[in-house]
């Protein structure tokens, strides 16, 4: 064998073994802003051995329970107050890894162009899972529009609403099907997710959205026997990176903000 061969041979060795060494780590994801954040940091990862197999989502079910059957390494979705309810009335065990983002809540319509126009009775549409209802009623209440019982409940129902001096008509429907159906009621409370999907930007679109206080950051999730591994941490530490804070910051233009 000659010199050159000898070197191609070593050469495609090396290849093979860094291939074989390399780690996959698979994290369920909403489209938007989580995926395209997972894709931003995948070639990171990559350098460092780890293998990320990112696969989308449109609902905030499945990802947990992928999770949890061990079918799925972690997920990236969530704020922690949803997490603590699935875990609840799921009886799953599921951990935080890190906060990454916040994602500012916010109240759409197409039929006017601000709270004050909302006509006695008008039909409000917000999620149906019990912490973004919650979520978008406390925004409600801050716009002034109604009052709470308890005014700092995050799961509240509209059967918690003490005065409702519209006399606003509330509809609780998946947090997935509001865009579609904002042109059949009057206001829709949307995670921006899933308005940055349907082309809506909430810095420009959103009659009321939450602050940069808000307390819903977006975690990154696992499982208590995955959460500590070395592959798990390294996406943690790309996911709270420089490059990651300026990426989020160049594209999302203030609807989505790092929480770090």
Same mark, same amino acid.
């Given at each position: ?33 989580? #995926? ?5 940091? &995948? ?11 990112? &696969? ?14 061990? *079918? ?83 799961? #509240?129902?509209? *059967? ?14 998946? #947090?997935?099907?509001?865009? *579609? ?41 696992? *499982? ?9 941490? &390294? ?15 160049? &594209?999302?233009?203030? #609807? ?5």
């Amino acid at each position: 064998m000659n010199f050159k061969k000898t070197l191609a041979v070593f050469a495609a060795a090396a290849t093979f073994s860094v291939a074989a060494s390399a780690e996959e780590l698979s994290v369920a994801a909403t489209p938007v802003p989580h #995926a395209e954040i997972l894709e931003f940091v &995948k070639p990171t990862l990559a350098e460092q051995g780890v293998e990320l197999d990112v &696969k989308v989502f449109t609902d905030y079910i499945q990802p947990n329970i992928q999770v949890d059957q061990k *079918r799925m390494d972690a997920n990236f979705f969530q704020h922690q107050p949803y997490l603590d309810e699935f875990n609840e009335g799921r009886g799953t065990n599921l951990v935080t890894v890190t906060g990454v983002h916040v994602e500012p809540f916010g109240a759409y319509s197409s039929k006017i162009d601000s709270l004050d126009a909302l006509e006695d009775g008008a039909v409000v549409a917000i999620p149906n899972d019990p912490t973004n209802g919650g979520r978008a009623l406390l925004l409600l209440q801050k716009a002034g529009l109604i009052k709470l019982k308890d005014a700092s409940k995050i799961t #509240a129902t509209p *059967r918690d609403i003490a005065e409702n001096p519209k006399n606003l008509d509330f509809k609780e429907l998946e #947090a997935a099907t509001l865009p *579609r159906i904002l042109n059949q009621v009057d206001l829709a409370l949307i995670n921006t997710n899933y308005a940055l999907e349907a082309g809506l930007n909430p810095s420009e679109d959103a009659l009321v959205i939450e602050g940069s206080e808000s307390p819903y950051v977006n975690i990154l999730v696992a *499982r208590p026997d995955n959460k500590d591994s070395e592959a798990m941490q &390294k996406l943690a530490a790309a996911l709270k990176s420089e490059a990651v804070k300026d990426f989020i910051m160049e &594209k999302y233009e203030g #609807a989505v903000v790092p929480a770090f």
